[in-house]
């Protein structure tokens, strides 16, 4: 079950990175501005399940780590959208997946998750291959990189302490208080850069296409949610390294459709680009096999 569920969560989270690199290429000078999208409509997610079915009580100590786990999901998510304002959708996004290094790591000394040879040989594939996904000509490291080794700490974290908490509590009163730490990490924003998102907010468009691609980040984030709740940790966070795949098979069928994306699927697919792209997706296919 939580293997549907990671596909989902990956399936909803491609088409949310390619309307961000569009947002923000197109409409968004400041790059915290989608954040305030992700703290209302995870509270508005959240206020929906209250209405349904209601919250079960925490101690002290799980609300205190709730709010500190969507307090490092924001964190992660703003070294993203950094990222991805000075950087290619299909670069950056590979480079999320160096997290479930950072998991596999947290979830063994704070969770004991029990993980066979073959679970680590399938996430160490996972990751290779997407790392790979992000080069093209030449292995440089660039400011792209060094954003996202930020992002994906706080990312890794974050899933390591939801995980705790579902082993305890049910997951959607979890996801509900964490969205509560994302409000609280989220508010002063409007607050420093009232001008940016005064500007920002004068134009309904750009308001409706970062408002759309929110709305299926929150709906990766209740999938891959459900698939914690399901699976060890470990697991869902290394599957997650298909979403680089996603990403560049969304690209190839929008390069059919618009043909401003036909420029950057000939740079993946020609001389030893190709090569690349060919060994990466082995590296994954292969690396899910052995982690499902």
Do not use: C
Not at 69 to 90: D, P, Q, R, T
Not at 222 to 236: D, K
Request: proline fraction near 3%.
């Amino acid at each position: 079950m939580w293997v549907l569920f990671v596909v989902l969560a990956t399936l909803f989270w491609s088409f949310a990175n390619l309307i961000d690199k569009f947002a923000l290429s197109e409409y968004i000078r400041n790059p915290n501005i989608p954040l305030i999208f992700v703290a209302v409509i995870g509270i508005v997610s959240s206020f929906i399940i209250y209405i349904l079915k209601g919250f079960v009580a925490l101690s002290l100590f799980e609300f205190g780590l709730s709010i500190l786990a969507g307090i490092l999901y924001v964190l992660s998510l703003y070294f993203y959208f950094h990222a991805l304002k000075i950087e290619e959708v299909s670069r950056v996004i590979p480079l999320f997946y160096l997290s479930p290094i950072f998991v596999l790591i947290f979830a063994f000394f704070l969770l004991k998750e029990p993980l066979s040879i073959k679970n680590y040989m399938g996430i160490f594939l996972l990751v290779l291959g997407a790392i790979f996904l992000s080069f093209k000509k030449h292995f440089r490291i660039r400011k792209a990189f060094w954003l996202m080794f930020l992002a994906d700490i706080p990312m890794a974290l974050s899933s390591v302490i939801s995980k705790y908490l579902f082993e305890r509590i049910d997951f959607l009163t979890v996801y509900s208080y964490t969205r509560l730490g994302v409000l609280i990490a989220v508010l002063p924003l409007p607050f420093i850069y009232y001008n940016d998102f005064k500007d920002f907010f004068k134009k309904k468009i750009a308001v409706g296409i970062v408002s759309l691609s929110e709305t299926f980040n929150i709906l990766g984030v209740i999938f891959s949610t459900f698939a914690i709740a399901y699976g060890l940790v470990s697991l869902v966070s290394a599957l997650t390294s298909i979403q680089p795949l996603v990403v560049l098979g969304l690209l190839l069928l929008l390069s059919v459709i618009d043909k401003r994306f036909i420029k950057e699927i000939k740079e993946h697919l020609k001389g030893k680009n190709l090569f690349i792209k060919i060994i990466s997706i082995i590296l994954i296919v292969v690396g899910a096999a052995l982690v499902v």
